[in-house]
């Protein structure tokens, strides 16, 4: 943890032919997550990665291993993700019938619980199981892909989920994914985020390691 700001690169957006080489540049930049993205193509209209890019990155990176399932019936993967080393794991409340079930068997497995809600979800999906989130996902984008821009209403969604959380005593995490980059990270940083995930801010730049170190700056953090 950084000052109560993490960085969470994305490897969707890594150049896989150099995935160890960028993953080292961005984790002595001072990452402190790295984020994976699973997809499967009927939650999302793509596919990306399993549970076998996650024990791949555990092999290259002491970093936490923060993983979003974008899939549906995502309780179908929290052994897997659990046994390839994912620290945090977190799914759509829309892709399984029994969402507070499936928030504490990621407990249970030893990984930290988070909840998604898309632009379009509500904060009450959320407010009903908070007691079992450690965290929670504020899309900024619809899910999908990656290179989208950054929905300007979603600040003040992050406002109203900072003040669900607090009103409710809950310190968890209050996570930000899609679009961020250095002219919306100050906004949803100051909207009551703590945790930003950027792909292509930080992979599509000349040196990624930098970048990383560039946001932390535009949320008021010097080292």
Known sequence: MSRGVRIAP???????????????QVTKAGADWLHVDVMDGRFVPNLTFGA????ALKTVSTLPIDVHLMVVEPEHYIAPMAD?????????????????????????RGMKAGLALNPGTP?????EVLDDVDLLLIMTVNPGFGGQSYIPSSDRKIER????????GRDVYLEVDGGIGLDTIAA????????????????????????????RRRCGVTA
Do not use: C, W, Y
């Open 52 to 55: 076998n890019m996650v024990a």
């Open 84 to 108: 390839a080393g994912a620290a945090n794991l977190t799914f759509h409340p829309e892709a399984t019938i029994h969402v507070q079930r499936q928030l504490a068997a990621i407990r249970q």
């Open 161 to 168: 989920a900072k003040a669900m959380l607090s009103s409710r």
């Open 123 to 127: 904060l009450g999906r959320a407010e």
């Open 188 to 215: 949803a940083h100051a909207a009551g985020a703590d945790t930003f995930v950027a792909g292509q801010a930080v992979f599509g730049a000349n040196d990624p390691g930098a970048r990383v170190k560039d946001l």
């Open 10 to 24: 994305s490897v969707l957006s890594a150049d896989l032919t150099r995935l160890a080489e960028q993953v080292d």
